[in-house]
């Protein structure tokens, strides 16, 4: 609390002295700043160079820093890792949970919220807490159970297992039911008067008129489910041909144990899609995780 | 305005898929879970075909007896020694790119990247890192804090796995908790602060006095999440280390795993105990996050 204590000092911006120590401050910020860039992206740099590193030019990944800097450059590993490992089925694995997520997360969500934001019907205090409920109920036997199920409905080692328990989710509700709710109620209205169906509300002026709330939502769920490791290893364990590239990537790892070059490779083959996702549509993705928060 | 029955009917309808999702997928779950943590319903079991058989309390006495568990239970509870570093640091970094200057929102991406990376490309670039051969020596013996020839494997050493392993979480997680923050900070109104910078406030007063309490909803947020997060951890330990080595990283989500998934005598029974025991650790934690916030920073704000 010495800070508090210590006498009042008038601003200083206008005196000669403040300019230098300002552009210290900047220099100092700036300076965290590469430091916590150094930590947090050396990994992904060094993965790369790994990956882009000549095998056949010598020198080990080990070589530090040198090994930063390939020798040869190549993009041998990446067609090598594809071809030996058959990465092409892995992907398509990907793709199909992934996409089947993302549609039914956007549909099931934007269906849920409608009636949430716009209608007064009995019980719907109830299931917006049961909702919200999701959020806090601590579920550390739920994938025990989920595995049952799916194996009573024969849906275990298939995509659909995969995806069905994590398209109904607190998020994604809550985050379309804030974007209807901003929608202006005489569209609603006017729509209503020339004898639209909820269902041509819903899809002709709802849906159109929330595009970036289901753009972020339809990012955050594409990059959670493109990087989702436990649930598809535990559902698909039984069926290896499923799995998914981020459950396959590890099983690389124990196959190539020796050659980092192709590891390295397979791992960006994970990476790359949702970096180019993310960069493209990082304030959108910003957003919307600030949007669930609020 | 009186609901019509329309209007029920309706809305309903376009809850349905949503409510039976929700229904099947995690409350009948968390029902049948619970139930199951009070049952022997095991591979002896599932062989004869036989449905699960209440047994009471026999599970719980059963983890108890069981140093696995404990061990597992404690490493879980020691892995909240994340929590604080993880906090104090993503808020610290928020305040750090809470600016607009150049470059600003690059450093902010690029601090989530490690965030959007699936935990196995994870495993694989830290793998290297902590190797004995990996850039984690080299750094530390050109600082002369490792003297030559002491190398070794951090993943591999039963005194560092555990730290090892903390620290991944610890990169995984920052960038999460600096969007959080920054948005808690970005909805400070600017007035405030423009205030206090007249009243003569030094930017150290002013983060005391202005920022944290007005961040109070966002601190509770994020270190409730965190809390419950760190003690629920079980990707990094499960794929960079297995739990191993001498168990130094086993935590009491991968004991739930492995009980039930692994071996041939799979658990179901003994599982959902051990992941009631956790719920309701996690549960008593978020509890004590609340009051603990509450009481230390009382209502004066």
Wanted: with cysteine; glycine share 8%.
């Amino acid at each position: 609390m010495s800070a508090v204590t210590r006498p009042r000092v008038l601003p200083q911006v206008h005196t000669r002295r403040a300019v230098p120590r300002r552009a210290g401050r900047l220099v100092l910020r700036y300076a965290l700043l590469l430091l916590v860039l150094g930590f947090a992206v050396f990994p992904f740099l060094w993965t790369l160079a790994i990956a882009l590193t000549d095998k056949h030019a010598g020198g080990s990944i080990y070589d530090f820093p040198a090994s930063l800097f390939p020798r040869r450059v190549t993009l041998g590993n990446f067609v090598e890792v594809y071809n030996t490992f058959s990465l092409g089925k892995y992907i398509w694995n990907s793709v199909s949970i992934t996409a089947m997520t993302v549609v039914g997360t956007l549909v099931i969500s934007a269906l849920a919220a409608y009636p949430l934001a716009r209608f007064r019907f009995p019980g719907r205090q109830v299931i917006f807490g049961i909702i919200v409920a999701t959020l806090v109920l601590p579920g550390e036997t739920t994938f025990i159970v989920n595995t049952l199920t799916l194996k009573h409905l024969g849906l275990l080692g298939t995509h659909l297992g995969v995806v069905l328990p994590t398209v109904a989710g607190a998020f994604g509700i809550f985050l379309m039911r804030q974007a209807f709710m901003a929608v202006p109620h005489a569209l609603l209205e006017a729509a209503r008067l020339d004898g639209a169906g909820e269902f041509t509300v819903l899809t002709r002026i709802m849906l159109p008129l929330t595009r970036p709330s289901q753009a972020a939502l339809g990012i955050f769920t594409l990059v959670t489910s493109w990087n989702a490791y436990f649930w598809p290893m535990l559902v698909l364990s039984a069926t290896p041909d499923q799995m998914p590239l981020s459950v396959a990537v590890l099983k690389l790892k124990g196959q190539f144990n020796y050659d980092p070059f192709n590891i390295a490779a397979g791992a960006l083959f994970m990476m790359i899609p949702v970096l180019l996702v993310f960069l493209a549509a990082q304030r959108l993705f910003m957003r919307g995780l600030e949007g669930a928060v609020k | 305005m009186r609901a019509s029955w329309r209007d029920t009917l309706l809305s309903y309808a376009f809850l349905a898929p949503a409510i039976i999702l929700l229904g099947l997928f995690t409350f009948y779950p968390l029902a049948y879970g619970t139930f199951l943590g009070f049952t022997q319903y095991d591979g002896a079991r599932f062989a004869q075909g036989l449905g699960p058989k209440w047994v009471g309390l026999d599970n719980f006495r059963a983890l108890i007896a069981d140093p696995l568990f404990l061990t597992s239970l404690w490493n879980s509870v020691r892995y909240l020694l994340v929590v604080p570093l993880l906090q104090l640091a993503s808020l610290a970094v928020a305040v750090l790119v809470n600016r607009e200057l150049p470059a600003m929102p690059f450093f902010r991406a690029a601090y989530y990247v490690p965030v959007i990376t699936t935990i196995t490309a994870t495993a694989v670039m830290w793998d290297w890192i902590y190797n004995k051969e990996g850039t984690l020596n080299w750094v530390l013996s050109g600082l002369h804090l490792l003297p030559q020839g002491a190398a070794f494997g951090w993943l591999n050493n039963e005194q560092t796995a555990f730290w090892a392993v903390m620290l991944v979480t610890f990169w995984r997680g920052f960038g999460y908790y600096m969007v959080l923050y920054l948005a808690g900070l970005q909805s400070i109104p600017a007035e405030l602060e423009e205030a206090a910078r007249l009243d003569g406030a030094s930017s150290w007063q002013r983060f005391w006095r202005i920022t944290v309490p007005m961040m109070r909803p966002t601190i509770l947020l994020c270190s409730l999440l965190s809390t419950i997060a760190a003690l629920r951890v079980l990707e990094e330990p499960l794929v960079l280390t297995q739990g191993g080595p001498l168990n130094s990283t086993y935590t009491a989500l991968m004991y739930v795993y492995s009980k039930a998934f692994q071996g041939f005598n799979f658990d179901y029974g003994l599982a959902s105990a051990a992941g009631l025991v956790v719920a309701v650790v996690a549960l008593l934690l978020s509890l004590a996050n609340f009051r603990l916030f509450r009481d230390s920073t009382g209502e004066q704000a």
